[in-house]
C-alpha cells in the first residue's frame, strides 16, 4: 500500500478566522512531528498588525508553553524589536512549521533542536498560507533560512538576501500559492535569533540583526516606497 503523501490542507478549515485556525491546528497530523511534541504551537498578535515575523519552528520552550518566540530567542528578538522602535503589541510572529522537532541527548532527557526537513516545511505551509489569508501584513521578516524557504522557495538563502527590501509573494518562487495583499506587502530576510546566540562575536551579531530590522521597521514607516 502506497503511504499517504503529507500535509496540513485537510486539517485546515477554510474559511477560517486566526481563532478558527489556532484551535483547529492541534489536530493537524499533515506530518509525523506531531506525535513526539508537547502540542502545537500558534501564533500570537493581532491580526491587524501591518508587521509579521516568521520563524523556524517552536523550540523546547515554546513546546512546553505553547506560545511562540517565549524562550531565549524569542527574549531576544523582543529586546531588538524594542531598540529599533516599533511596538511588539503591533506585530505578529509565528513559524513556518508548528511542531518543535528535537532529539534527545545521550541521557534521553534534554530535548536537542533539529531541523525541520524540506518536507516537513512544505506539510506545514497551508496554515501560514491561511494565516496570512487573514492577515493585513505590510512588512513580513523572515528569520532565518527556513522561514525565507517557506516564503520564497528552496533557492532561498539568507546571505544572499537578508536586510533587502523584496516584494511579496511576487518574490516568491510560486507566488500564486500566497495570497496577496493590498497595498502590496514587502519581505525582509534575516537571521534566526538563535543564530545570534551561537554566534562568536554575539555582539556584532547583534548589531548586524538589529540593521536588518531597522530596514523592515522603515519599511514600515514609509521609509522605502517599494510596493
Known sequence: ???EPMGAEKFVPEPASLDDLRAAVQQCRGCDLYRHATQAVFSKGPADAEMVFVGEQPGDVED????????PAGRLLSRAVSDVGLDPDRIYVTNAVKHFKFRLDQRGKRRIHQNPSRMEVLACRPWLTAEFADLKARVIVALGATAGQS???PSF???KSRG???PWPASAEHPEQFPTSDPAAVLVPTVHPS????ADDRDA???AFVADLTVAAEALRG?????
Do not use: H, N, W
Open 195 to 198: 543564530a545570534i546566540l551561537r
Open 164 to 166: 533587502q527590501v523584496l
Open 223 to 227: 521609509g522605502d516606497k517599494l510596493g
Open 64 to 71: 512546553r508553553r505553547g506560545e511562540p518566540f517565549v524562550g
Open 157 to 159: 538563502r539568507v546571505t
Open 1 to 3: 500500500m502506497t503511504a
Open 205 to 207: 551579531a547583534y548589531g
Open 151 to 153: 516564503l520564497v522557495g
